[in-house]
Protein backbone atom coordinates (compact mmCIF):
# COMPACT_ATOMS: atom_id res chain seq x y z
CA UNK A 1 0.00 0.00 0.00
CA UNK A 2 1.14 3.27 -0.62
CA UNK A 3 1.07 6.17 1.96
CA UNK A 4 -2.24 7.60 0.63
CA UNK A 5 -3.60 4.00 1.29
CA UNK A 6 -1.87 3.90 4.30
CA UNK A 7 -2.97 7.14 6.12
CA UNK A 8 -6.76 6.45 4.92
CA UNK A 9 -6.61 3.11 6.63
CA UNK A 10 -5.53 4.77 9.85
CA UNK A 11 -8.44 6.81 9.71
CA UNK A 12 -10.94 4.86 9.12
CA UNK A 13 -9.07 2.61 11.85
CA UNK A 14 -9.39 5.11 14.34
CA UNK A 15 -12.75 5.62 13.83
CA UNK A 16 -13.17 1.53 13.67
CA UNK A 17 -15.16 0.30 16.59
CA UNK A 18 -14.76 -3.13 16.08
CA UNK A 19 -11.45 -5.47 17.63
CA UNK A 20 -8.45 -5.31 15.61
CA UNK A 21 -5.37 -8.18 15.02
CA UNK A 22 -2.96 -6.86 12.68
CA UNK A 23 0.54 -7.50 11.33
CA UNK A 24 3.09 -5.06 10.57
CA UNK A 25 6.61 -3.86 10.71
CA UNK A 26 5.45 -0.36 10.08
CA UNK A 27 5.89 1.78 13.53
CA UNK A 28 4.10 4.99 13.02
CA UNK A 29 0.92 2.45 11.88
CA UNK A 30 1.95 0.72 14.94
CA UNK A 31 1.50 4.35 16.83
CA UNK A 32 -1.53 5.67 15.64
CA UNK A 33 -3.71 2.23 15.64
CA UNK A 34 -2.98 -0.44 18.27
CA UNK A 35 -3.29 0.16 21.94
CA UNK A 36 -2.15 -3.38 22.74
CA UNK A 37 1.23 -5.03 21.32
CA UNK A 38 2.07 -8.75 21.31
CA UNK A 39 5.77 -9.59 20.55
CA UNK A 40 6.28 -12.92 19.20
CA UNK A 41 10.29 -13.58 19.92
CA UNK A 42 12.50 -16.72 20.46
CA UNK A 43 9.49 -18.86 20.55
CA UNK A 44 7.83 -16.58 23.56
CA UNK A 45 5.16 -14.35 23.28
CA UNK A 46 5.08 -10.93 25.58
CA UNK A 47 2.14 -8.80 25.86
CA UNK A 48 2.28 -4.95 26.38
CA UNK A 49 -0.64 -2.39 26.66
CA UNK A 50 -0.28 0.65 24.70
CA UNK A 51 1.44 2.06 21.66
CA UNK A 52 4.65 1.37 19.85
CA UNK A 53 6.11 4.30 21.86
CA UNK A 54 4.59 3.00 24.79
CA UNK A 55 6.15 -0.42 23.59
CA UNK A 56 9.40 1.23 23.37
CA UNK A 57 9.43 2.32 27.13
CA UNK A 58 8.12 -0.81 28.34
CA UNK A 59 10.02 -3.15 26.51
CA UNK A 60 13.47 -1.25 27.57
CA UNK A 61 12.31 -1.26 31.65
CA UNK A 62 12.03 -5.28 30.46
CA UNK A 63 15.33 -5.53 29.06
CA UNK A 64 16.99 -3.39 32.25
CA UNK A 65 15.42 -5.80 34.40
CA UNK A 66 16.50 -8.92 32.65
CA UNK A 67 19.82 -7.63 32.74
CA UNK A 68 20.02 -7.51 36.20
CA UNK A 69 18.26 -10.49 37.02
CA UNK A 70 21.59 -12.24 34.22
CA UNK A 71 23.71 -10.35 36.46
CA UNK A 72 22.92 -11.80 39.51
CA UNK A 73 21.98 -14.95 37.54
CA UNK A 74 25.97 -15.05 36.45
CA UNK A 75 27.01 -14.18 40.29
CA UNK A 76 25.46 -17.36 41.20
CA UNK A 77 26.57 -19.42 38.55
CA UNK A 78 30.18 -18.68 39.47
CA UNK A 79 30.15 -19.44 43.17
CA UNK A 80 27.95 -22.79 42.08
CA UNK A 81 30.44 -23.41 39.36
CA UNK A 82 33.29 -23.25 42.27
CA UNK A 83 31.40 -25.49 44.29
CA UNK A 84 30.97 -27.62 41.47
CA UNK A 85 34.98 -28.05 40.80
CA UNK A 86 35.39 -28.76 44.81
CA UNK A 87 34.47 -32.20 43.49
CA UNK A 88 31.08 -31.95 45.43
CA UNK A 89 28.98 -35.36 45.35
CA UNK A 90 25.41 -35.98 45.33
CA UNK A 91 25.70 -37.65 49.26
CA UNK A 92 22.96 -36.11 50.27
CA UNK A 93 19.45 -34.93 49.25
CA UNK A 94 20.48 -31.47 49.68
CA UNK A 95 23.57 -31.34 47.69
CA UNK A 96 21.90 -33.48 44.72
CA UNK A 97 18.73 -31.27 44.68
CA UNK A 98 22.27 -28.15 44.93
CA UNK A 99 23.96 -30.15 41.88
CA UNK A 100 20.50 -30.03 39.91
CA UNK A 101 19.84 -26.31 40.80
CA UNK A 102 23.75 -25.67 39.02
CA UNK A 103 22.31 -27.34 35.89
CA UNK A 104 19.14 -25.14 35.92
CA UNK A 105 20.98 -22.16 35.91
CA UNK A 106 23.82 -23.71 33.45
CA UNK A 107 20.99 -24.24 31.03
CA UNK A 108 19.08 -20.99 31.62
CA UNK A 109 22.26 -18.88 31.26
CA UNK A 110 22.91 -20.89 27.86
CA UNK A 111 19.49 -20.46 26.45
CA UNK A 112 19.42 -16.49 27.56
CA UNK A 113 23.11 -16.02 25.87
CA UNK A 114 21.65 -17.35 22.55
CA UNK A 115 18.42 -15.46 22.28
CA UNK A 116 19.94 -12.28 23.26
CA UNK A 117 22.43 -12.21 20.37
CA UNK A 118 22.02 -9.47 17.89
CA UNK A 119 22.62 -8.96 14.57
CA UNK A 120 26.50 -7.86 13.87
CA UNK A 121 26.40 -5.00 10.83
CA UNK A 122 29.92 -4.34 11.49
CA UNK A 123 31.06 -4.16 7.65
CA UNK A 124 33.50 -2.64 5.61
CA UNK A 125 33.29 -0.15 2.75
CA UNK A 126 35.05 0.33 -0.71
CA UNK A 127 36.91 4.11 -0.66
CA UNK A 128 35.45 6.35 -2.73
CA UNK A 129 36.12 9.48 -4.70
CA UNK A 130 34.43 12.86 -5.51
CA UNK A 131 32.56 11.44 -8.49
CA UNK A 132 30.03 9.41 -7.36
CA UNK A 133 26.76 9.74 -9.35
CA UNK A 134 25.88 12.92 -11.81
CA UNK A 135 22.19 12.85 -13.76
CA UNK A 136 22.23 15.42 -15.92
CA UNK A 137 18.53 15.95 -17.47
CA UNK A 138 17.65 12.49 -17.37
CA UNK A 139 14.10 11.42 -18.37
CA UNK A 140 13.09 7.45 -18.15
CA UNK A 141 10.62 5.57 -19.85
CA UNK A 142 8.48 2.15 -19.84
CA UNK A 143 6.07 0.70 -21.85
CA UNK A 144 5.55 4.32 -23.44
CA UNK A 145 4.84 5.68 -19.95
CA UNK A 146 7.23 8.62 -19.22
CA UNK A 147 8.27 7.59 -15.28
CA UNK A 148 10.83 11.04 -14.65
CA UNK A 149 11.44 14.01 -17.35
CA UNK A 150 14.18 16.18 -17.23
CA UNK A 151 16.01 15.58 -13.94
CA UNK A 152 19.60 16.89 -13.26
CA UNK A 153 21.35 16.05 -9.93
CA UNK A 154 24.96 15.63 -8.73
CA UNK A 155 25.22 13.24 -5.55
CA UNK A 156 27.56 13.85 -2.48
CA UNK A 157 29.29 11.71 -0.25
CA UNK A 158 26.73 11.16 2.46
CA UNK A 159 23.42 11.97 0.65
CA UNK A 160 20.79 10.19 2.13
CA UNK A 161 17.82 10.15 -1.05
CA UNK A 162 14.47 9.01 -0.04
CA UNK A 163 12.34 8.13 -3.56
CA UNK A 164 8.29 8.11 -2.95
CA UNK A 165 5.07 8.24 -4.96
CA UNK A 166 1.97 6.55 -5.71
CA UNK A 167 1.96 2.79 -6.31
CA UNK A 168 3.26 2.39 -10.16
CA UNK A 169 4.45 5.59 -10.99
CA UNK A 170 7.89 3.92 -11.50
CA UNK A 171 9.71 4.13 -8.27
CA UNK A 172 11.64 1.05 -8.74
CA UNK A 173 12.59 1.79 -12.51
CA UNK A 174 14.17 5.11 -11.57
CA UNK A 175 16.31 2.55 -9.12
CA UNK A 176 16.62 0.53 -12.25
CA UNK A 177 18.03 3.07 -14.34
CA UNK A 178 20.81 3.86 -11.63
CA UNK A 179 21.87 0.05 -11.73
CA UNK A 180 21.96 0.06 -14.95
CA UNK A 181 19.21 -2.67 -15.23
CA UNK A 182 17.26 -0.36 -17.37
CA UNK A 183 17.92 2.24 -19.97
CA UNK A 184 17.34 5.76 -19.68
CA UNK A 185 15.24 7.36 -22.99
CA UNK A 186 17.25 10.66 -23.06
CA UNK A 187 20.09 12.04 -20.63
CA UNK A 188 23.33 11.13 -19.10
CA UNK A 189 23.53 8.97 -15.60
CA UNK A 190 27.46 9.20 -14.87
CA UNK A 191 29.15 6.88 -12.34
CA UNK A 192 32.57 7.54 -10.96
CA UNK A 193 35.16 4.68 -11.24
CA UNK A 194 35.39 4.00 -6.83
CA UNK A 195 31.59 3.20 -6.94
CA UNK A 196 30.71 -0.07 -6.15
CA UNK A 197 27.23 -0.42 -6.32
CA UNK A 198 24.50 -2.65 -3.86
CA UNK A 199 20.72 -2.92 -5.29
CA UNK A 200 18.74 -4.41 -2.47
CA UNK A 201 16.00 -4.90 -4.93
CA UNK A 202 12.03 -6.55 -4.29
CA UNK A 203 12.80 -9.76 -6.34
CA UNK A 204 13.20 -13.31 -5.31
CA UNK A 205 15.31 -14.38 -8.21
CA UNK A 206 18.36 -13.00 -6.38
CA UNK A 207 18.65 -15.47 -4.32
CA UNK A 208 19.45 -19.63 -5.97
CA UNK A 209 16.52 -21.15 -4.51
CA UNK A 210 18.26 -24.73 -4.87
CA UNK A 211 21.66 -23.93 -3.10
CA UNK A 212 22.40 -24.10 0.22
CA UNK A 213 22.97 -21.06 2.80
CA UNK A 214 26.06 -21.84 3.45
CA UNK A 215 27.45 -22.76 -0.02
CA UNK A 216 25.82 -20.17 -1.46
CA UNK A 217 27.64 -17.49 0.92
CA UNK A 218 31.10 -19.01 0.56
CA UNK A 219 30.76 -18.50 -3.41
CA UNK A 220 30.62 -14.64 -2.70
CA UNK A 221 34.10 -15.38 -0.90
CA UNK A 222 35.60 -17.60 1.79
CA UNK A 223 36.45 -15.08 4.48
CA UNK A 224 35.65 -11.34 4.62
CA UNK A 225 37.90 -8.45 6.17
CA UNK A 226 35.95 -6.36 9.10
CA UNK A 227 36.63 -2.68 9.43
CA UNK A 228 39.54 -3.59 12.33
CA UNK A 229 41.31 -5.41 9.99
CA UNK A 230 40.16 -8.88 11.41
CA UNK A 231 38.55 -11.44 9.01
CA UNK A 232 35.82 -13.98 9.64
CA UNK A 233 34.52 -16.92 7.91
CA UNK A 234 31.52 -17.44 6.12
CA UNK A 235 30.02 -19.81 8.79
CA UNK A 236 30.63 -16.57 11.15
CA UNK A 237 29.34 -14.15 9.38
CA UNK A 238 26.09 -15.91 9.32
CA UNK A 239 25.99 -16.85 12.51
CA UNK A 240 26.38 -12.96 13.31
CA UNK A 241 23.60 -12.63 11.24
CA UNK A 242 21.26 -14.85 13.12
CA UNK A 243 21.69 -18.10 11.21
CA UNK A 244 22.56 -20.69 13.61
CA UNK A 245 24.72 -23.91 12.74
CA UNK A 246 22.42 -25.80 12.39
CA UNK A 247 20.69 -24.28 9.58
CA UNK A 248 24.10 -23.36 7.09
CA UNK A 249 23.35 -26.77 5.19
CA UNK A 250 19.58 -26.06 4.48
CA UNK A 251 18.28 -25.11 1.16
CA UNK A 252 17.30 -21.14 0.60
CA UNK A 253 13.85 -22.45 -0.64
CA UNK A 254 13.15 -23.54 2.91
CA UNK A 255 13.73 -20.35 4.49
CA UNK A 256 11.05 -17.78 5.38
CA UNK A 257 10.45 -14.46 3.81
CA UNK A 258 12.42 -12.71 6.58
CA UNK A 259 15.34 -14.79 6.33
CA UNK A 260 15.46 -14.58 2.93
CA UNK A 261 15.67 -10.72 3.12
CA UNK A 262 18.38 -10.94 5.66
CA UNK A 263 20.73 -13.79 3.85
CA UNK A 264 20.28 -11.08 0.48
CA UNK A 265 21.10 -8.35 2.49
CA UNK A 266 24.22 -9.81 4.44
CA UNK A 267 25.41 -11.19 0.43
CA UNK A 268 25.15 -7.42 -0.73
CA UNK A 269 26.38 -5.47 2.39
CA UNK A 270 29.95 -7.75 2.56
CA UNK A 271 30.72 -6.83 -0.85
CA UNK A 272 31.98 -3.52 0.98
CA UNK A 273 29.53 -1.44 -0.98
CA UNK A 274 29.67 2.80 -1.02
CA UNK A 275 26.45 3.41 -2.90
CA UNK A 276 22.90 1.54 -1.61
CA UNK A 277 20.32 1.60 -3.82
CA UNK A 278 17.55 -0.13 -1.89
CA UNK A 279 13.83 -1.04 -2.88
CA UNK A 280 11.07 -1.35 -0.48
CA UNK A 281 13.61 -2.97 2.45
CA UNK A 282 11.44 -3.08 5.15
CA UNK A 283 9.27 -5.44 3.47
CA UNK A 284 9.48 -8.79 5.66
CA UNK A 285 12.95 -7.61 7.63
CA UNK A 286 11.80 -7.66 11.64
CA UNK A 287 11.87 -4.41 13.53
CA UNK A 288 15.25 -5.71 15.14
CA UNK A 289 16.22 -5.56 12.14
CA UNK A 290 15.25 -2.86 11.08
CA UNK A 291 16.72 -0.89 13.63
CA UNK A 292 20.15 -2.39 13.26
CA UNK A 293 19.94 -1.36 9.43
CA UNK A 294 18.90 2.52 10.32
CA UNK A 295 21.65 2.72 12.51
CA UNK A 296 24.14 1.01 10.12
CA UNK A 297 22.89 3.54 7.34
CA UNK A 298 23.27 6.56 9.71
CA UNK A 299 27.23 5.61 10.31
CA UNK A 300 27.20 4.75 6.43
CA UNK A 301 29.65 6.84 4.81
CA UNK A 302 28.25 7.02 1.05
CA UNK A 303 25.22 7.48 -0.64
CA UNK A 304 21.96 5.87 0.58
CA UNK A 305 19.07 6.11 -2.49
CA UNK A 306 15.71 3.89 -0.74
CA UNK A 307 12.11 3.36 -2.36
CA UNK A 308 10.05 2.57 0.26
CA UNK A 309 6.62 3.60 2.05
CA UNK A 310 7.79 3.24 5.13
CA UNK A 311 7.81 6.39 7.03
CA UNK A 312 9.13 5.91 10.21
CA UNK A 313 12.18 4.13 8.26
CA UNK A 314 12.39 7.06 5.97
CA UNK A 315 12.21 10.06 8.48
CA UNK A 316 15.71 8.22 10.40
CA UNK A 317 17.11 7.25 7.24
CA UNK A 318 16.66 10.23 4.62
CA UNK A 319 16.90 13.69 4.77
CA UNK A 320 15.71 15.01 1.42
CA UNK A 321 13.28 13.49 -1.29
CA UNK A 322 12.37 12.56 -4.77
CA UNK A 323 8.93 13.05 -5.35
CA UNK A 324 7.46 11.32 -8.68
CA UNK A 325 4.13 12.81 -9.53
CA UNK A 326 3.44 10.65 -12.64
CA UNK A 327 3.74 11.74 -16.55
CA UNK A 328 7.02 12.45 -15.76
CA UNK A 329 6.81 15.54 -12.80
CA UNK A 330 8.67 15.38 -10.08
CA UNK A 331 9.68 17.67 -6.96
CA UNK A 332 12.87 17.38 -5.06
CA UNK A 333 12.00 18.21 -1.51
CA UNK A 334 15.29 19.22 1.37
CA UNK A 335 13.68 17.60 4.56
CA UNK A 336 12.09 14.51 6.07
CA UNK A 337 8.95 12.77 4.87
CA UNK A 338 6.89 14.01 7.87
CA UNK A 339 7.72 17.24 7.17
CA UNK A 340 7.18 16.92 3.27
CA UNK A 341 3.98 15.42 4.00
CA UNK A 342 2.78 18.05 6.99
CA UNK A 343 4.07 20.47 3.75
CA UNK A 344 1.47 18.84 1.61
CA UNK A 345 -1.23 18.53 3.91
CA UNK A 346 -0.75 23.27 4.36
CA UNK A 347 -0.65 23.33 0.65
CA UNK A 348 -4.29 21.46 0.08
CA UNK A 349 -5.68 23.26 2.69
CA UNK A 350 -4.32 26.72 1.41
CA UNK A 351 -5.96 25.61 -2.23
CA UNK A 352 -8.60 24.61 -1.09
CA UNK A 353 -9.68 27.39 0.71
CA UNK A 354 -8.48 29.52 -2.28
CA UNK A 355 -10.98 27.57 -4.59
CA UNK A 356 -14.03 28.30 -1.70
CA UNK A 357 -13.62 31.37 -1.27
CA UNK A 358 -14.51 32.97 -5.08
CA UNK A 359 -17.43 30.10 -4.80
CA UNK A 360 -18.54 31.79 -1.83
CA UNK A 361 -18.12 35.58 -3.34
CA UNK A 362 -19.64 34.68 -6.97
CA UNK A 363 -22.85 33.32 -4.91
CA UNK A 364 -22.95 36.51 -2.90
CA UNK A 365 -22.79 38.80 -6.46
CA UNK A 366 -25.42 36.59 -7.90
CA UNK A 367 -27.47 36.90 -4.99
CA UNK A 368 -27.21 40.60 -5.56
CA UNK A 369 -28.24 40.14 -9.13
CA UNK A 370 -30.43 37.23 -9.47
CA UNK A 371 -34.06 37.46 -10.12
CA UNK A 372 -36.89 37.98 -8.11
CA UNK A 373 -38.82 35.18 -9.52
CA UNK A 374 -37.89 31.54 -10.35
CA UNK A 375 -37.55 30.71 -14.27
CA UNK A 376 -40.30 28.03 -15.89
CA UNK A 377 -36.93 25.57 -15.56
CA UNK A 378 -35.62 26.47 -11.95
CA UNK A 379 -39.34 25.99 -10.77
CA UNK A 380 -39.15 22.54 -12.31
CA UNK A 381 -35.56 21.73 -11.13
CA UNK A 382 -36.78 23.21 -7.48
CA UNK A 383 -39.78 20.59 -7.49
CA UNK A 384 -37.67 17.46 -7.71
CA UNK A 385 -34.12 18.89 -5.82
CA UNK A 386 -35.35 17.51 -2.05
CA UNK A 387 -36.39 14.46 -3.64
CA UNK A 388 -32.71 13.95 -5.11
CA UNK A 389 -30.94 14.88 -1.86
CA UNK A 390 -33.06 12.46 0.19
CA UNK A 391 -31.67 9.53 -3.12
CA UNK A 392 -28.18 11.01 -2.59
CA UNK A 393 -28.56 10.79 1.16
CA UNK A 394 -29.69 7.31 1.04
CA UNK A 395 -27.02 6.01 -1.03
CA UNK A 396 -24.67 7.83 1.35
CA UNK A 397 -26.13 5.82 3.55
CA UNK A 398 -25.73 2.67 2.28
CA UNK A 399 -22.32 2.50 1.14
CA UNK A 400 -21.48 3.58 4.92
CA UNK A 401 -23.47 0.04 6.03
CA UNK A 402 -21.64 -1.69 3.31
CA UNK A 403 -18.34 -0.35 4.90
CA UNK A 404 -19.27 -2.39 8.61
CA UNK A 405 -20.36 -5.54 6.43
CA UNK A 406 -16.55 -5.34 4.10
CA UNK A 407 -14.74 -4.18 7.70
CA UNK A 408 -11.81 -7.26 6.97
CA UNK A 409 -11.54 -6.20 3.10
CA UNK A 410 -9.00 -3.37 3.01
CA UNK A 411 -9.43 -3.24 -0.83
CA UNK A 412 -13.02 -2.71 -0.47
CA UNK A 413 -13.07 -0.56 1.86
CA UNK A 414 -11.24 1.86 -0.03
CA UNK A 415 -13.36 1.76 -2.86
CA UNK A 416 -16.85 2.30 -1.02
CA UNK A 417 -14.61 5.54 0.78
CA UNK A 418 -14.25 6.71 -2.56
CA UNK A 419 -17.58 6.10 -3.76
CA UNK A 420 -18.92 7.93 -0.35
CA UNK A 421 -17.11 10.88 -0.97
CA UNK A 422 -17.83 11.96 -4.71
CA UNK A 423 -21.61 11.56 -3.19
CA UNK A 424 -20.97 13.86 -0.74
CA UNK A 425 -19.37 16.31 -3.21
CA UNK A 426 -22.85 15.99 -5.07
CA UNK A 427 -24.74 16.18 -1.99
CA UNK A 428 -22.73 19.32 -1.25
CA UNK A 429 -23.57 20.98 -4.58
CA UNK A 430 -27.33 19.60 -4.16
CA UNK A 431 -27.25 21.54 -0.77
CA UNK A 432 -25.96 24.90 -2.79
CA UNK A 433 -28.09 24.82 -5.42
CA UNK A 434 -31.28 24.19 -3.27
CA UNK A 435 -30.07 27.29 -0.71
CA UNK A 436 -29.89 29.66 -3.68
CA UNK A 437 -33.22 28.39 -5.30
CA UNK A 438 -35.22 29.31 -1.33
CA UNK A 439 -33.80 32.84 -1.63
CA UNK A 440 -35.99 33.58 -4.92
CA UNK A 441 -39.54 34.13 -5.22
CA UNK A 442 -41.71 31.26 -6.52
Known amino acids: MDVESIQWLEKFLAAYKGALLLVTHDRYF ?98 MGNQIIELEDLSVEIADTIIIEGLTKTFVKGDRLGVVGPNGVGKSTFLNCLAGFHPLSKGLCKLGQTVNIAYYRQLDEDLPQDMRILSYLTQ ?75 DYIESFEGVVIIVSHDRYFLDKTVDQLLVLKGEGKFDLYWGTFSEYLETKDKQTENEEKTIKRPIKENSQNSLLNK ?72
Do not use: C
Request: proline share 2%; glycine share 4%.
Open 30 to 127: LERSVNKIIELQYGRITEFEGNYQAYLIKKAELIEMQAKQAQKQDQLYLQELAWMRQGAQARSTKQQARIERFNQLKDSIGQRDQSQEAIDFNFSQQR
Open 220 to 294: VADQFKRPDGSKVSASQMLERFNFPKESHGSLIQSLSGGEKRRLYLLTLLIQEPNVLLLDEPTNDLDIDTLNTLE
Open 371 to 442: KKRMTYHEKQEWQGLEERIVKVESQIEEKQNLMEVHSDDAVKLMDLHAEIESLEVDLLELYERFDYLSDLDQ
